[in-house]
């Protein structure tokens, strides 16, 4: 076997997040709005003499990335070591090369992404066969984002996030703010910060608005920035108090909504493309604010690109 194979996959934001109550197996029944964006993580795998399985792990500009482990706990890594098992390859061998644009713990599914692109790459490498159902399987098996990065576009997540529903848009694209942090934040501890939070109230089983999904569908952007929500937001904002001045800039300054993407504490704001430039201004001057970024969505899953 021979020769290199390259993916890209997008991240997401949630347009909604509505959790229920924590299942037996530790995590929660979700109703959610993925849509995919324009920051592509890329992985490019190549095959290696030996049977070990590495990775390497770059920023866009060529820089490491603190933070994302570079071994067998590496998402991608398990996503290469799940592809060989379920192919029965058992000896055989790959480099992957991750070049990152997400965030780092951002929210945005980053390393769900360079799972997908993993296993999309390495079933391609290592000639499997296998078709989108068996990837989305495998995916389910990686964690509850990894799913979508796959599929992309807009859909509604439920189960934990991996039972997916492509949701039809129109024609418009939709133009996001991002305001990304310094450091990120852990998922697990967002999810027990929200528990705490409602400890004392029966929490429902978890619902997107219908109303949300008719925004989208008929591209009522207006309609959509006022929609947008999360379940986790308060909970983000217990462990980042800041944060919730920096949402509050960033609407004042035009933007048609705002949240929390996922577990935080990346925010996403629906902007006007025409308006957004005193929304971006406005925010880069907030503390805790490391970067703004301007993306596009909806985009398409995990692809090949070489
Ligand atoms: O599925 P994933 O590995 O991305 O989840 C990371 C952690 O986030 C889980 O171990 C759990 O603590 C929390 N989580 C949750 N409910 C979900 C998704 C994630 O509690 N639906």
Redesign the pocket.
């Given at each position: 076997m021979s020769g290199a194979v390259t993916v890209r996959a997008p991240a997401k934001i949630n347009l909604s997040l509505r959790?229920g109550p924590?299942?037996p197996d530790?995590?929660?029944?979700?109703s959610t709005v993925f849509h995919a964006v324009q920051l592509d993580e890329v992985v490019t795998a190549t095959a290696v003499d030996g049977d070990e399985v590495t990775v390497e792990v770059r920023d866009e500009h060529g820089g490491s990335v603190p933070g994302v482990p570079e071994d067998a706990a590496n998402l991608a890594v398990r996503a290469a070591l799940l592809v060989r098992d379920e192919a029965g390859l058992g000896s055989a061998g790959a480099h992957l090369a991750v070049r990152k644009a997400t965030p780092v713990a951002g929210g945005m599914?980053g390393?769900?992404a360079d799972a997908a692109a993993a296993l999309v790459a390495c079933a391609r490498l290592w000639a499997t066969g296998f078709d989108q159902q068996r990837l989305l399987a495998l995916a389910a098996r990686?964690?509850?984002?990894?799913p979508f990065a796959l599929v992309a576009g807009t859909a509604i997540g439920t189960?934990?996030?991996?039972r997916l529903e492509p949701v039809t848009m129109g024609p418009r694209r939709l133009h996001w703010v991002l305001a990304l942090a310094a450091t990120g934040l852990s998922?697990?501890a967002?999810?027990?910060a929200l528990d705490d939070l409602r400890a004392d109230r029966p929490v429902r089983d978890p619902v997107t608005d219908p109303r949300l999904v008719t925004a989208l569908e008929r591209g009522l952007v207006g309609a959509l920035g006022m929609l947008v929500d999360n379940d986790l937001q308060d909970a983000v904002f217990a462990l980042r108090p800041a944060l919730r001045q920096t949402l509050a800039a960033g609407l004042e300054a035009g933007a048609r909504g705002g949240l929390v993407s996922g577990?935080g504490p990346t925010l996403a704001f629906l902007v006007d493309p025409r308006r957004s430039a005193p929304v971006v201004r406005v925010l880069a001057r907030q503390p805790g604010v490391a970067d703004v970024r301007q993306v596009t969505g909806p985009v398409p899953g995990a692809a090949l690109v070489g």
């Open positions: 959790v924590r299942r530790g995590s929660h029944a979700l599914a390393g769900s990686l964690g509850s984002d990894v189960g934990r996030g991996e998922t697990p967002v999810y027990q577990s």
